[in-house]
């Protein structure tokens, strides 16, 4: 192992599972950067810069989030002139 990977291991371990989840991510994304070509000649990164397939992957990842907005507050007191 070289020392990248013993500090990320050491990071990783520190950090709670949604931190964990989130570097993670960001390194495999990362890694899929690096590798421009598969072994079968396809692109692995699109034209505009994201993974091949990102979108799709990525879709509906949000959908037990609820999405209601709060409401506005009341509007603050001018005074009287």
């Known amino acids: 192992m070289n020392t990248l ?7 990783l371990s520190e950090l709670n599972d949604h931190s964990a989840r989130a570097l993670e991510r960001l390194v495999r994304d990362a890694m899929e950067l690096a590798r421009p070509v598969q072994a079968n000649g396809a692109a692995t990164v699109a034209t505009q810069g994201w993974p091949v397939g990102y979108f799709e992957h990525t ?4 959908a037990a989030e609820p999405f209601d907005l ?9 005074p009287e002139w």
């Open 5 to 11: 990977t013993i500090e990320l291991a050491q990071i």
């Open 70 to 78: 709060p409401l506005d507050p009341p509007p603050d007191a001018t």
């Open 59 to 62: 879709a509906g990842s949000f």
